[in-house]
């Protein structure tokens, strides 16, 4: 069925990352930055440009990490946010004067890909090559890189045994529908999967309130007419028919 949300989600993760040219060299002298993308928290410096990843500037980091959300709330896999966000936004520090990042070890990076890469593939999609888990170093390697706290929470997802239906319903926030052709791993009602409540509230404080200021406008001039009917000819006529309308 059209629209799944896991469709979206992996098209997001699969444009997101072979829009970014690999290896390319920015321009502009490596500096060590204060973060100032509210998503990541855990440092307070970052290296700005991100030669990894092709990112120019913290608002770019900042665009690139908000397109993640949805697979986040999916959980594929823990600390995913985490592994996006030192691949991103990686904390910075001086090194003999000289700005050094520090990215993910590389068993944060297959965390990650073992729990999201089983999705990505039901939908015949592969890890993108960008985020090749051998090109980040190992943890006790010579080069310093983050690694991935501890948690007692698995990766929910799905195995080889498991049927379309098994695997959406281990997902709290969807739920599985079929009209028997067709199959659908649909966010619930009321489940904040794509946007959260908050945006959802402005959004709909947004529509009403222009909704009413139109209302008004239209209200007007229909008013005006019914006044003086006599007063409106053709040109103006038709404004009042689609102020009706």
Sequence with gaps: MEGSIFNNLLITLMILFHTVVCGQSLSGEAKCEKIRVP?????????????????????D???????????????CAPNLKLFICAMSVPLC???????????PCRSMCE????????????????WPDLLNCNRLPKQGDSEVCMASPKS??????????????????????????SDGENHECAPKCNASVIFNKR????VGAWISTWSIICFLSTLLTVTTFLIDPSRFHYPERPIIFLSMC
């Excluded at 520090?93 to 990215?103: A, H, I, M, N, Q």
């Excluded at 965390?111 to 592969?126: Q, S, V």
Aim: one cysteine or more; aromatic letters at 14%; hydrophobic letters at 30%.
């Design 199 to 202: 945006q959802k509230s402005f």
């Design 93 to 103: 520090f001086s090194k003999d004067g000289t700005p050094t990042p520090v990215y």
């Design 61 to 75: 980091a900042k665009t690139r990490i908000a397109e993640f959300k949805p697979l986040y709330r999916v959980k």
């Design 39 to 59: 998503e990541c928290d855990g440092w307070n410096f970052t290296l700005v440009p991100n030669d990894f990843l092709g990112i120019e500037t913290q608002t």
């Design 152 to 177: 007692s929470k698995s990766p929910i997802v799905p195995t080889q045994n498991d049927s379309y239906e098994d695997a959406c319903r281990r997902h709290e926030q969807f739920v599985y529908a």
């Design 111 to 126: 965390l990650a890909r073992k729990g999201c890469e089983p999705i990505m593939k039901k939908y015949r999609f592969n």
